[in-house]
């Protein structure tokens, strides 16, 4: 599975491990600092906030942890902000399927995925079975 | 003047001095320099002496640290032990369900719902549900920061749960943005009873208790009046 690329030109503002419930709660204030250190509306805050929620309680819940990288740069001429999640879980064998609207093979609510997509400006995601899965998130400025 | 250096005797304190310096190096601080005569080895000799003396202290000093901050460690991790305590009592505390009025229960919720508060939570309500036979809920998460599917999901289980307790449920102080998100996210909670404000939650749920108090009152006429 090909790693997400960086662009030289970002400023990276921090990794973090997830591992524990009190992981995905840190990291997703720190989320919701960046997004208003970045002068983001209440709405759009809520909204990376959210979405980032989401992928980093996936990665608890199916891939036992992993770690979030975030950065600041210029993607196609907008200001973004980038989360780039990384696990070595199981990887999800139907992306198609993880992708779609109510699928859930935990008994969560099948949202957590196309609910992230729909919340961001851009959406990438990698995965491989038995190595492990790589989501990118940006939200512009 | 001086005394000569006499040849042997160099031999033999140069000696000496190599026992000391090999002691020195195998951790013996103790050990100095014995010099009996005053000649150009003396310099030496005392120079290494003072070596010895300034090792041995900054030796004491850099121990002295290490047991400082070993300390200051080991209170920091009682002071994290504490921190992990308190957490887990707020976490308690945080989710306190109270009637607050004929037959409704209000349960404020504050922070973030991790699946082992939000678990609390859930029982805390339907635990008091039982108890008080109240009839209406109101969950307010005005102090809830983020609702994702996961928080979306408890909800609804707590209020599909409080149903079949008898209960009505109705969730107030979703903020314009969380609503919004919502909706993105995908989630329907359609299916909930949902208020702006606790306030408005409060009035609704008043006036549901008078509605079943003349319902109540009717019913009971028309039984009376059917007996008479
Ligand atoms: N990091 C991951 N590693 C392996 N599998 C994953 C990962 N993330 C998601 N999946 C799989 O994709 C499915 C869909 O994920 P999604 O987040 O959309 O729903 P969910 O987590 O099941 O429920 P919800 O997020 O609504 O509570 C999951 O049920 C799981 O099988
Ligand atoms: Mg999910």
């Keep these: ?141 | 003047m001086e005394d000569k250096l006499d040849l042997k005797n160099v031999k033999q304190r140069i000696n000496h001095i190599e026992e000391v310096l090999s002691s020195v190096a195998a951790g013996d601080l103790d050990v100095r320099v014995d010099s009996t005569v005053e000649d150009d080895l003396t310099g030496i000799e005392e120079a290494i002496n003072i070596l010895i003396e300034d090792l041995t202290y900054e030796l004491k000093q850099s121990i002295n640290m290490q047991n400082d901050l070993q300390e200051k460690l080991k209170k920091i991790q009682d002071q994290q032990k504490t921190i992990v305590q308190q957490q887990e009592d707020l976490m308690e505390l945080s989710s306190p369900v109270s009637k607050v009025w004929d037959n409704i229960l209000i349960l404020p919720v504050i922070g973030t719902l991790d699946s082992q508060r939000t678990q609390i939570m859930m029982e805390n309500l339907l635990q008091k549900i039982v108890d008080t036979g109240c009839t209406m809920a109101i969950l307010d998460i005005t102090g809830v920061p983020t609702v994702d599917t996961q928080v979306a999901n408890h909800l609804l289980k707590t209020v599909t749960s409080a149903r079949l307790l008898g209960a009505d449920c109705i969730i107030s102080g979703i903020s314009p943005a969380i609503a919004q998100t919502i909706v993105h996210l995908g989630i329907d909670l359609s299916i909930i009873r949902t208020k702006a404000t606790l306030q408005d939650a409060m009035i609704y749920a008043m006036k549901q208790n008078k509605k079943s108090d003349a319902l109540i009152t009717s019913n009971l006429d028309e039984i009376e009046e059917r007996e008479e």
Excluded: C
Excluded at chain 1, 12 to 22: F, H, I, S
Excluded at chain 1, 47 to 72: K, P
Excluded at chain 1, 95 to 108: E, Q, V, W
């Design chain 1, 1 to 141: 599975m090909q790693a997400f690329e960086y662009d030289s030109d970002w400023t990276e503002l921090g990794v973090y491990p997830v591992k524990t419930e009190n992981d995905i709660v840190r990291v997703r204030q720190m989320a919701r600092q960046y997004a208003k250190n970045f002068r983001m509306g209440i709405v759009e805050q809520t909204r990376i906030t959210t979405a980032v929620s989401e992928l980093l309680r996936n990665m608890y819940q199916y891939a036992n942890g992993g770690e979030v990288t975030i950065n600041q740069g210029y993607v196609e001429e907008h200001n973004a902000l980038i989360f780039t999640f990384e696990d070595q879980g199981p990887g999800i064998e139907n992306l198609d399927l993880a992708m779609s609207d109510g699928y859930t093979s935990g008994g969560g609510m099948g949202y957590g995925l196309p609910g992230a997509k729909r919340l961001v400006d851009s959406f990438e995601i990698r995965t491989e079975t038995n190595t492990g899965t790589l989501i990118r998130l940006m939200k512009w400025k």
